[in-house]
């Protein structure tokens, strides 16, 4: 026992702490400005499932990966697919999407079951099958990610499934699969992306006729909605009234918060409710957050988040064995891939996704997952030697 | 034992490549944000401020009316509105949340005790135009209301409680105009409404414009520019719905506009209005030297208060239907007949055309030409008479014959010198200008002929010409000084004279004529009686109507100056006063004593005045 005190992470302890106590001020700051008794205690729900999570983050920290990963990696990965086609058939719809099973999103834990599956088939030293770092590796890793996304984006929740794509190729990279392909993949997907970016480009530059506009836009594998998001991101002064309202208010709410902020529950953008009330405690906290506390707070979260991450990596550096690397390493990117996305989409850098922020957006299951995921990784700290 | 890291298969670069990935993610996202908070925090603010921030013009509050010893004729009272904060009954739907104003105000009109004045329609409108802007529900609340209201508040509905935030209902406290002096001099005034708030030029892109007072009559519609308050701005905060969020806050304090001082005096507007009391005419005092109108009365009249704090529709279709027609201003915006009134202009016509001040004519009762008569007051004649006594007589053959003899180029030419037929140029918005008729108007106007009978009738006041009394009363002016004045209200303004263009000589002959008239035998010696100055005056009794519904326009024109009898502070002082009463019995009998107090008023002591009037009554 003492011997694993002394490999645990402080760095990855403190920072997620202090993101639990900095998003649960955001929490409080965004509900307040919203009417009704229950927006005003989601702080301290969030507290209670931030006390849940360190205790998850506890136990799983505290208990050697190596001994049940093997075990519990494949049935995991099994039942959020189960999880999946369940909330496809008997799941809420809010918002015109199917997320919600009961009280808890499956997509959020799919996510940590796909990592724990994926560093099991390509990190374990007794290879499951032959040829892993050849292109059957390669098919069996998209197959592997490629079921759960596909559930995913039926949802339809292109952000989350989008978000584990970076986790999986960096862990495809560290597992050494077919590097080659890989790189002719991703440079494919490059062009692709850029190619339906000149795409909506010149269907939505000024002084295209609306008929040539709509031959361009049914050509695009986009939904319209996500459409005028690229739009948006493209030209954000196009329709600061409707489709690029809520980029302008992000924007106005982040920059008018300046170097040192409006002071915490001060801000205006929110409490005018000129940030949607909607989205400010989900996917546009962010902008709360730095219309606050400014730029020296928005800073601060960055080094906080900076520290969750690069630790991350330096647990994976130093991991026992391959299924810890790629599991640090999962879990890290994971981590990292919502931060830049849903901080990039509140500045203006990415189009507008929908994706949390973590610690900081309120939501059970995503915290949940997230401080299970970093228990993960703190555990493959802990248990860095080889137990003879 | 241990394994070190890099004997593991896998990944060790990709940790690092990792790690770096990662660091240049957020050094981008660092640099972005420096971009948008620092290097952009100003325009962010400033798109914020336009979106939130909603500018208010402010009414000032609008300046007072005073006379020319500094009596309040119009003032402002604090009045207390009850008002209503859209922001408080806000549903989730504009329906809903007109609906729960409908019921809110229900609820505090009981309370109020008197129902709400406002329909479905206007609440609309107010979430439309005017959502973060208390709504005035109950304007100009009596005590009783108020202190039920400050009782209840806590019962009614959007209360708050620990004041944090605005309550459904409020007390605001706004001023509106009030007359101390009631009806008096209510024509003079004129009355007030409400209306946006004026920009001022160069200055506009406010989002709100409180309503200010505006005058709509008068004096306070003449200079409803000089009166009018300062405009103020203050600003609100507005959420994203648009409901204010927060108390308006000043940026510039509205000023009160500057004291307004006319030349009225107060007691002869009151001397006036009291000898016109339940009759139809007017009443025009000026200072003869200066043009300074001391008072200016017209009956019927109305009481501008009655049109505080909104004139009601009801209201104004009462007075303004009237037969009687109250809101008609007759000394500037009457036309009458000027009758024997004129005469004076025609004597100093004909003596500035080479007839003699001794030359006589004989009055046989009636003057013949071209088929028409016009017989004399004095149905046997005057018989011979000279200009003097023609004036103090009031003959009619007499004027007739002269105006005739000099024609009527003559004649319109010294009516225009008196300023007839011409607006006189007071500062106020209702001057009539009248008729000089000439042949080309006649043409003009009626497609006929200009008769000799014509310039027979002109020459006695009558036939077409039309004048005001406030222009007879600047003749009298004129015949007293020989110099013609602009009348003027505003205290202030420098008096504007222009001499007569009649040899003083000739002047002096009329005046004598009219100093016989207020005389022991005169048809005007009632007008003068016991008035402590050296008074000349001219009756006037104009035949108007149809045949056989004949009525009589009333007349008494009179320059007066202070002398050693009069009282201390009118010593001095040149007043001339133009007086006419509808459908009276002469202007010697009807009008004279009238004007006869009103000079009384103006220079006999307050003993002296009434021991006078006894005097009077007791002669034989």
Known sequence: ?388 | MRIRPETLPVGALTCGLAAAAFAVGFLVLAFRLKVVQVDGAADATDGLRRQSIRRVQTEGVRGRILDCRGRVLADNRPSVSIVLNAGVFRQATWDETAAAITNALAAVADVVGRPSPLTERDIRRHLRQNLARPLTVWRDVDADALARFEEQGFRLPGHSADGTRPSGFAVAETFERTYPNGALAGHLLGYVGRDRVESPAGDEGFNFQEMELRGRSGVEFYYDGYLRGGAGESRLTVDARGFASAQAETVVPAQQGPDLTLTIDTAIQAACEAELKGLKGACVVLDAQSGAVRAMASAPSFNPDDFVPVLRRARYEAVSTDPAKPLLNRAVGGSYAPGSTFKPVTALAGLAAGHAADERHDCFGAFNYGGMTIRCARRWGHGSLDVREALRDSCNPFFCSLGVAIGTNALVAAARAFGLGAKTGIDFPVDYAGVVPDATWKMETYHEKWYPGDVAQMSIGQGMLLVTPLQMARVAGALGTGALVTPHLKADLPPVRTPLPFDAGRLAVVREGLRMVVGRSGTGKRGAEGVAAEVIGKTGTAEVGARGRRRKNTWFIAYAKGDQSSRPEAQGTEVAVALVVENGASGGETAAPKVCAILKAIFNGPDDGSGSREEVAHAP
């Open chain 1, 1 to 388: 026992m003492l011997r694993k005190l002394v490999h645990f992470n402080w760095v990855q302890f403190v920072a997620m702490v202090a993101l639990i106590a900095l998003g649960t001020v955001a929490i409080w700051s965004a509900g307040s400005a919203r009417e009704g008794a229950a927006f005003h205690a989601m702080w301290a729900v969030n507290l209670r499932t931030a006390t849940l999570g360190l205790a998850l983050y506890f136990a799983i920290a505290f208990t050697d990966y190596r001994k049940y990963l093997t075990l519990v990696a494949p049935p995991a990965y099994l039942a959020a697919l189960v999880l999946l086609v369940a909330v496809l058939a008997v799941g809420s719809e809010i918002y015109g999407g199917r997320r919600w099973l009961w009280f808890f999103q499956p997509s959020e834990i799919a996510k940590l079951c796909v990592i724990a599956f994926f560093a099991e088939l390509f990190g374990s030293a007794e290879p499951l099958f032959k040829g892993r770092t050849g292109w059957r590796g390669f098919v069996v890793a998209a197959l592997v990610v490629g079921l759960p996304c596909a559930l995913i984006l039926a949802e339809p929740d292109l952000g989350t499934a989008l978000t584990l794509v970076p986790a999986v190729l960096v862990m495809m990279l560290a597992a050494g699969v077919w590097r080659k392909g890989l790189a002719v993949i991703l440079l494919v997907v490059a062009i692709l992306g850029a190619a339906l970016l000149g795409a909506v480009y010149e269907a939505e530059k000024p002084g295209v006729e609306p008929e040539t506009r709509a031959k361009i836009v049914r050509c695009l594998p986009l939904r319209p909605h996500q459409v005028k998001r690229v739009k948006t991101f493209l030209f954000p002064a196009s329709d600061p009234m409707g489709a690029g309202y809520n980029l302008r208010q992000a924007m106005i709410s982040i920059g008018s918060g300046g170097f040192a902020g409006k002071g915490l529950g001060k801000g205006e953008t929110n409490h005018l409710k000129y940030l949607p009330p909607s989205v400010s405690m989900n996917d546009f906290i962010f902008c709360v957050w730095a219309e606050e506390t400014g730029f020296v707070g928005s800073l601060a979260l960055l080094a906080l988040f900076a520290a969750l991450c690069l630790s991350g990596t330096w647990i994976a550096y130093v991991a026992a064995d391959g299924r810890g690397r790629l599991l640090a390493l999962g879990v890290s990117t994971l981590v990292f891939a919502h931060v830049y996305v849903n901080i990039a989409m509140s500045v203006g850098l990415v189009p507008i996704t929908g994706l949390p922020l973590p610690f900081i957006s309120s939501g059970r299951t995503f915290l949940l997952t997230v401080m299970a995921g970093l228990g993960l990784t703190q555990s493959i700290a802990l248990h860095r030697e080889i137990q003879t």
